[in-house]
């Protein structure tokens, strides 16, 4: 049996990503008190041959607050006994919130005649503290549209081999912002940047030419290959403390050409190691 545990922020895709699982076929439901989790997982696991083989409930700041500042303790006790397979918090910037709810006129659950939206948003984020702490992965739908939000349910969640790690690489452009939902974060803008060649500026870091450009420069060659060494190191060992997602940023000034390429070399590099890879350029997108 699967059980996947989906939280967030209201606005943020919460709703996107379990239509997405139900339609990769699991039984969902909505808004599940958190008291009545242990019970759920409880009732799915019976017998040999459960009914529902793959599951997933989503959790929202609807709950009591006494009942979410248990959550983690409870989420840990259901690991320890095999039942949670995944827990993902999704979240955006407040500033998309807003506007997502202002664009749809969608009234923000904890609003209030006494609380703004902008105040339920921040209310919202402190009772869901708790939560995000002890998610195995965040998604950060700021930059990512719902059909890019499906695709890494797909890809990134669903097609998870059981114990085995998700490493991402993404590229981006720091003058766009940083992934918060990075778990490390390399620059790269102080490699030769190929913007300044009229040739290759209108292509990206997947292109022939420019991936010539940048393997020929040996800062560049110095900079895969220190990268290259640190994860090689230290990945198992975030892999041996249970690590179910990781997510390596890789960020250039306008995420075009140095993250895109350092990406793509890393993901193939990797794809070899015993983890499920996968490699998104965020500005491509």
């Given at each position: 049996?699967?059980?996947?545990?989906?939280?967030?922020?209201?606005?943020?895709?919460?709703?996107?990503?379990?239509?997405?699982?139900?339609?990769?076929?699991?039984?969902?439901?909505?808004?599940?008190?958190?008291?009545?989790?242990?019970?759920?997982?409880?009732?799915?696991?019976?017998?040999?041959?459960?009914?529902?083989?793959?599951?997933?409930?989503?959790?929202?700041?609807?709950?009591?607050?006494?009942?979410?500042?248990?959550?983690?303790?409870?989420?840990?006790?259901?690991?320890?006994?095999?039942?949670?397979?995944?827990?993902?918090?999704?979240?955006?910037?407040?500033?998309?919130?807003?506007?997502?709810?202002?664009?749809?006129?969608?009234?923000?659950?904890?609003?209030?005649?006494?609380?703004?939206?902008?105040?339920?948003?921040?209310?919202?984020?402190?009772?869901?503290?708790?939560?995000?702490?002890?998610?195995?992965?965040?998604?950060?739908?700021?930059?990512?549209?719902?059909?890019?939000?499906?695709?890494?349910?797909?890809?990134?969640v669903d097609r998870r081999p059981t114990q085995?790690?998700?490493?991402?690489?993404?590229?981006?452009?720091?003058?766009?912002?940083?992934?918060?939902?990075?778990?490390?974060?390399f620059d790269v803008r102080c490699l030769p940047?190929?913007?300044?060649?009229?040739?290759?500026?209108?292509?990206?870091?997947?292109?022939?030419?420019?991936?010539?450009?940048?393997?020929?420069?040996?800062?560049?060659?110095?900079?895969?290959?220190?990268?290259?060494?640190?994860?090689e190191r230290w990945l198992p060992e975030f892999?041996?403390?249970?690590?179910?997602?990781?997510?390596?940023?890789?960020?250039?000034?306008?995420?075009?050409?140095?993250?895109?390429?350092?990406?793509?070399?890393?993901?193939?590099?990797?794809?070899?190691?015993?983890?499920?890879?996968?490699?998104?350029?965020?500005?491509?997108?």
């Amino acid at each position: 049996m699967r059980l996947i545990v989906v939280s967030g922020l209201s606005g943020s895709g919460k709703s996107v990503a379990m239509h997405a699982l139900e339609d990769l076929g699991y039984y969902c439901i909505d808004n599940l008190p958190v008291n009545l989790l242990p019970a759920f997982a409880e009732e799915l696991s019976k017998g040999e041959q459960p009914v529902h083989k793959r599951a997933a409930v989503s959790i929202d700041a609807r709950n009591p607050v006494a009942s979410l500042r248990g959550f983690p303790e409870m989420i840990e006790k259901l690991r320890a006994e095999s039942v949670i397979s995944d827990f993902l918090f999704v979240e955006a910037d407040d500033d998309i919130l807003i506007k997502r709810f202002s664009e749809t006129r969608r009234k923000h659950p904890l609003t209030t005649d006494q609380m703004s939206l902008a105040e339920a948003i921040q209310r919202e984020r402190e009772v869901l503290t708790p939560l995000r702490r002890c998610a195995d992965i965040c998604i950060d739908t700021s930059r990512t549209n719902l059909h890019q939000l499906r695709d890494l349910m797909r890809q990134r969640v669903d097609r998870r081999p059981t114990q085995r790690l998700s490493l991402l690489f993404e590229s981006f452009g720091f003058k766009h912002g940083i992934p918060t939902d990075a778990d490390m974060v390399f620059d790269v803008r102080c490699l030769p940047n190929p913007y300044w060649n009229p040739e290759l500026r209108p292509l990206t870091g997947r292109a022939p030419e420019v991936a010539n450009f940048l393997s020929a420069q040996a800062p560049v060659e110095e900079m895969y290959g220190d990268l290259e060494h640190l994860l090689e190191r230290w990945l198992p060992e975030f892999e041996a403390d249970n690590r179910a997602y990781m997510t390596i940023a890789i960020g250039c000034t306008g995420g075009q050409h140095r993250s895109v390429y350092l990406a793509e070399r890393l993901a193939k590099h990797f794809a070899k190691a015993p983890a499920e890879v996968l490699v998104r350029h965020r500005e491509l997108s």
